[in-house]
Each structure stands twice: as C-alpha cells, then as structure tokens.
C-alpha cells in the first residue's frame, strides 16, 4: 500500500470513528428525557453528572494500562489541555444558559447549525485544512438538514429573552468549534483515555459550582441514577474516546460535518422508544443528512482511487 493510499485508509477510518461517537452522543438526548420524566433534574445537573461518572473508569483503565504517569502532561501543553477543558466546560454552561433564555429548539438549532460551519472556517484559518469540495458539499446539505430534522422554532414569544438566547447558543457553537480544533492539535501526542480524563475532569470542576449555585439536582430514584451513569459511560466516556481516536486520523472539518449525526440518532431512538413521528420537514431533514454522509463518503472514495 502506497503512503497516499495508507494515508486515505487511516482518514476513513477516523471518520469511521468519529461518526460512533457522534451516534452514541445522540443517545444521550433519549437517556435525558427518560430520567427526567422519571425524576424533575436540572439540565445543568445533568451536564454535571454525565462528565463526572465517566471518569471513575477511564481513570482506573489509565492507571492499570499506563500506570501513574498517564496523567502527565507534557510542560508545553499545559495551556492546550486547560483550553480544553474549559472549552468542554464553557459549551455545557453556554448551551443551557440559551435553553433557559430562548428554549431546546432554538438554541439547539444555532448551536448545531454553526458548529460545523464554524469548525470548517477556523480549521482553515488555524491548521490550513482546506476541505474538499465533497465535504464543502456535505456541508451544505448536512446543516440545513440538521436545522430541519431539530425542527424549526414556532412562537418564541413566550421565551425570556429570545436574542440573549441565541447568543449564548452561539458561543456554546463556537466553544464546540474552539474544542474540536484544539483537539485535532493534541490528539497525535495523548491516549484518548488521557485526553477524555484531562478535558471532561477540568469540565467537570468548571461546572460544579454553577450547578451548586444553580441548585444542584440530586435524585431520589435508583434508576434516575442509572440512567446518569449510562450517560457518563456511553454518550461521554466511550463516545468522546471515539472522538479523540478519530481526531488522530480525520480532520476537524470533518469531525464537525459528522456532528449532525447526533440529531439524527436522537431522532430514531425517540421514534423507536417514544413513539415520537417525525413531521415531513423531519423526514426531509434525515433523507438530506444522509445524502451528506453519502457525498462526503464518494468523495473520500474518489480520492483514494485517484
């Protein structure tokens, strides 16, 4: 196998990677849902809890796999793993700081529909990616798909302040893009085990005293607790370890392109277990989504074979 074409095999399967954690991310909307139809808890708690159960394992992988200095960080990246984690932390805070201001649908619709676009411009500013014309062509159908399988916001007249919202949805977009980025950077030089630890602990300590302030929610229910450690084991520490593996071989553009799988498997996981049907400007949401995955994988095969 030539270097081009081993290069082109890695690259797919970084998306390989990249598009798992994207899937296991999207079950976490579901998992959310249930335990809070179970039990009232603070969105905001859930975002506390979802990165702290998913460290106790990866902490004891790392220390039986690596041994006590898998926590090390090299001096010269010190400033590169705090970003990290306070770009991890920023987009839980931002993100439901614009749910409680404009509402889910609104803020997930500009959160999800800038990151991608977002990820792709400051890759090319920052690490001179320059995307394919087929991943600039998923691009375009991805987003607007996304937007319409989230489902366009109704009346938002009833929301606290609807323009506050949208940019605080904003700047959770941009800390997910920031996130990504500085990710691509450093995953060639850490484990992803190490990198899910660094990022989501600092995330984690970030977050606790806004989710005191906020009033933390601390569950009466056993089962309301299970389904926040799954959200901590799967939609976190597996589906972030997929990330960062795929982030060693793929790009940031095409790790934020493939974010709009989340939706789509939130989507048939809520059809499957809540019965929830999605409207025709769903179904066209989901068909233009796919035919994202279709173009960017063509292209990918294109390439391999020129």
Known sequence: MTAKRESEAMQ?????????????WGTAGVAAKASTGLEPVSALSIAFYRLL????????????????????????????????????????IFYFAAVREAGVTLSTLVSLGGAPFLVALLAALFLKERPSSAILAALLLAVPGAILLVGLPGQIAGQRNPSL??????????????????SRKV??????????????????????????MDGLSIPSRPSVW?????????????????????????????????????????????????????????????????????????????????
């Open 53 to 92: 159960f998913c460290l106790p394992p990866l902490l004891a992988f790392g220390w039986l796999r690596y041994g006590r200095s898998f926590l090390k960080i090299r001096p010269e990246h010190h400033f590169s793993i705090f970003f990290l984690a306070v770009t991890a932390g920023l987009y839980q």
């Open 226 to 306: 299970a389904l926040l450690i799954y959200m901590g084991l799967l939609p976190t520490a597996a589906a972030y370890l997929f990330f960062f593996s795929g982030l060693k071989y793929a790009t940031a553009t095409l790790a934020g392109l493939l974010t709009v799988l989340e939706p789509l498997a939130a989507a048939v996981l809520a059809w499957l277990l809540f019965d929830e049907r999605l409207g025709p400007t769903g179904v066209v949401g989901a068909l233009l989504i796919l035919s994202a995955l279709v173009v960017s994988s063509l292209g990918a095969r294109r390439a391999q074979t020129a």
């Open 165 to 182: 919202g949208v940019l605080l949805a904003a700047c959770a977009a941009f800390s997910y893009a920031a996130f990504a980025l500085q």
């Open 187 to 212: 995953a060639i030089f850490y484990s992803p085990v190490q990198l899910v630890i660094f990022a989501f602990g600092g995330a984690a300590l970030l977050i606790l005293p806004i989710a005191l």
């Open 12 to 24: 797919l399967r970084g998306g390989l990677f990249l598009a798992i954690g994207a899937l296991l």
